[in-house]
């Protein structure tokens, strides 16, 4: 019989070696495989264009929900599992009244985003900072060729390039991998919010800029100076320098179009009359709704009538239903309760996105709403938002 440390050494001999390669478990893998999935379907979707239909994204988007939640990884409460069934139960109806297979964005949002902060969220949210990079990259070569890399078609057939998004005062608004300049300004508030690390502000205050959104540029700096206030002294140092070079940038075009800048805030501005005008036109029409789209919404009707909302509020209103508007404010009103006890900096966070959603369509594309849940749950999940 061989002495025990000798089995013991042979034992370790026999062993095949792994050259130091940690394989993932099946676990990791269906995570890797979810958060993959959806952010090709959802986030890379823009800039991929055409070649990946409608079918062909929803198919993709469902594989990687089914991949996390086979995957086991998720723990989820009762609480979470009522308030997944209420939104899902909204979806349902909102879309069988819709006459359709298209889902409300601000209905399905909430159970991707719950789904992810209960499993995946710091592996999601490494997507989305490569994703901010990549754009923001982009973006400062789209404004130094002054065209965009990725054109997108509208439904129409008619190409959406950078003409198209540069308004009345003819800036060039570099978009990236986004659909739109004010979609990458909704991304990039969103990420920093989820995000709050000085270099990603940073990141995402460069992006709002290359985007030239005057609303995104004002939060951003927003979100800049709080940080700045909250941050340690070097930190703090490399903030008011980062701070200065940007509006150095800005500087000379702001100069050259003061308008582009305080038209934000002149009510009587072409920009702000229109969204008075579609804040009007839709609370007419919703007042005209029936009992039950005045309930449970009328999936895009403000779109096909009316043409716009210019008010998140106002959209979920429109499309979803007072009960999904009602739902939407509980939440916020909640998330923002436990902000409250942890700083003026997360409380100010929920200043912004109210602004936002008020005054403009913030969250209703998919990729911006799903970010949002993500903050949202993260207050009620203990996680609120990544630390610093």
Not at 209 to 232: D, E, K, N, P
């Amino acid at each position: 019989m061989l002495p025990t440390g000798f089995q013991a050494q042979k034992a370790r001999k026999s062993r095949p070696p792994n050259n130091g390669v940690k394989w993932p478990s099946v676990q990791g893998a269906l995570l890797l495989f979810g958060c993959l999935t959806i952010y090709v379907s959802v986030y890379l979707r823009d800039a991929i264009g055409p070649s990946l239909t409608n079918v062909d994204a929803t198919l993709l988007l469902a594989s990687g929900v089914v991949a996390i939640l086979i995957s086991g990884a998720a723990r989820f409460s009762n609480y979470d599992v009522i308030v997944a069934f209420t939104f899902g139960i909204l979806a349902l109806i909102n879309t069988s009244m819709a006459g359709g297979f298209a889902f409300s964005n601000y209905l399905i949002a909430p159970i991707i985003g719950l789904i992810i902060s209960r499993s995946s969220r710091s592996m999601f949210m490494s997507f989305m900072i490569v994703h901010a990079i990549v754009s923001v990259v982009l973006q400062a070569y789209e404004q130094v060729i002054g065209a965009y890399i990725f054109e997108v078609v509208a439904a129409d057939g008619s190409i959406l390039d950078n003409t198209h998004f540069a308004g009345h005062a003819g800036v060039m608004r570099a978009k990236g991998l986004f659909q739109g300049p004010l979609s990458a300004v909704a991304f990039y508030i969103l990420f920093a919010l989820l995000s709050p690390k000085t270099l990603n502000i940073g990141l995402g205050t460069i992006g709002a800029v290359l985007a030239y959104g005057r609303l995104g540029i004002i939060l951003m700096f927003s979100l800049f100076i709080a940080r700045i206030f909250s941050a340690a002294g070097s930190i703090r140092r490399f903030l008011i320098i980062l701070v200065a070079a940007i509006f150095l940038y800005l500087a000379p075009q702001i100069m050259s179009l003061p308008s582009f800048f305080t038209a934000a805030f002149d009510l009587a501005s072409s920009g702000n009359s229109a969204r008075i005008y579609f804040w009007q036109e839709n609370l007419s029409h919703y007042l005209n709704y029936s009992a039950a789209n005045a309930a449970f919404g009328n999936l895009g009707y403000a779109n096909r009538v009316i043409g716009s909302t210019e008010s998140d509020f106002l959209r979920i209103l429109m499309d979803a239903g007072f009960l999904s508007l009602f739902a939407y404010l509980i939440f916020l009103i909640g998330a923002f309760a436990k902000a409250k006890k942890i700083g003026y900096e997360k409380s100010f966070h929920f200043l912004v996105i109210g602004v936002a959603m008020a005054v403009f369509p913030f969250i209703q594309s998919l990729n911006a709403a799903i970010l949002f849940w993500i903050f949202i749950w993260g207050f009620f999940h203990g996680h609120e938002g990544l630390r610093q």
